[in-house]
């Protein structure tokens, strides 16, 4: 019980020694956010596996709610939100499923354009803000889920912050499975034209559930 006690306090003293500064500034940019088209690069780390697997992939996102998930070079999967419905493609397997975009499977993806993102206060109702650190310019903040249901699926979450540019250079995502999914993004473009097209997937041939 001694233990627990210590440890506990030892939490609450880090939540209150958190950082909020960088967070409050990065994501005031977010107010004027309406699109992004960026690229990167996903590390899958799994305990079965030694090293991590690495794949190259596209990010564009239109607020509120739409976004289209590439990854692969060629694309092996799709993941395209319309706003309202998450289709989800298995490329190389002709196989698919859609699910509401407020589910845990759609939300995994999703996360970067939600409202939670336009100012501090919805940040702070939808996360549980744990640790904050500089490591040069790059503030790193650990967070987990409030959402029950989403907990399940995602049950930590890092970000890693530029503070010179105010953009976002990685997001990590810890699992309920252990594995972890961390995504370095690259050449970014704030604000671009995106083909509204792209977030209707042309599902013809597709085994779909």
Same mark, same amino acid.
């Given at each position: 019980? *001694?233990?627990?006690? +210590?440890?506990?306090?030892?939490?609450?003293?880090? /939540?209150?020694?958190?950082? @909020?500064?960088?967070?409050?500034?990065? +994501?005031?940019?977010?107010?004027?956010? %309406? #699109? @992004?088209?960026?690229?990167?690069? %996903?590390?899958?780390?799994?305990?079965?596996?030694?090293?991590?697997?690495?794949?190259?992939?596209? !990010?564009?996102?239109? *607020?509120?709610?739409?976004?289209?998930?590439?990854?692969?070079?060629?694309?092996?999967?799709?993941?395209? =939100?319309?706003?309202?419905?998450?289709?989800?493609?298995?490329?190389? &397997?002709? /196989?698919?499923? &859609?699910?509401? /975009? $407020?589910?845990?499977?759609? *939300? %995994?993806?999703?996360?970067? #354009?939600?409202?939670?993102?336009?100012?501090?206060?919805?940040? %702070?109702?939808?996360?549980?803000?744990?640790?904050?650190?500089?490591?040069?310019?790059?503030?790193?903040?650990?967070?987990?889920? &409030?959402?029950? =249901?989403?907990?399940?699926?995602?049950?930590?979450?890092?970000?890693? +912050?530029?503070?010179?540019?105010?953009?976002? *250079?990685?997001?990590? @995502?810890?699992? $309920?499975?252990?594995?972890?999914?961390?995504?370095?993004?690259?050449? =970014?473009?704030?604000?671009?034209?995106?083909?509204?097209? +792209?977030?209707?997937?042309?599902?013809?041939?597709?085994? !779909?559930?």
């Amino acid at each position: 019980m *001694r233990a627990l006690l +210590i440890l506990l306090s030892l939490v609450s003293l880090a /939540r209150a020694d958190l950082d @909020l500064k960088p967070l409050e500034t990065w +994501i005031g940019k977010q107010k004027n956010l %309406q #699109s @992004l088209d960026t690229e990167f690069v %996903q590390e899958r780390k799994l305990p079965s596996l030694k090293k991590p697997v690495a794949t190259p992939g596209r !990010m564009r996102m239109v *607020r509120p709610g739409k976004l289209c998930w590439e990854l692969g070079d060629p694309v092996k999967t799709l993941a395209v =939100s319309d706003g309202t419905t998450m289709t989800l493609l298995d490329v190389a &397997k002709k /196989r698919g499923m &859609k699910v509401d /975009r $407020d589910s845990p499977e759609a *939300r %995994q993806f999703t996360l970067l #354009s939600e409202e939670a993102f336009r100012d501090l206060a919805g940040f %702070q109702e939808t996360f549980e803000l744990v640790e904050s650190r500089m490591t040069g310019t790059i503030y790193q903040l650990t967070v987990r889920p &409030k959402d029950k =249901s989403m907990r399940k699926h995602v049950s930590w979450m890092f970000l890693d +912050i530029d503070t010179r540019t105010q953009e976002l *250079r990685a997001l990590d @995502l810890e699992l $309920d499975d252990k594995s972890r999914i961390r995504t370095v993004f690259s050449n =970014s473009k704030i604000n671009a034209k995106v083909d509204p097209a +792209i977030f209707t997937p042309d599902t013809t041939g597709y085994l !779909m559930k």
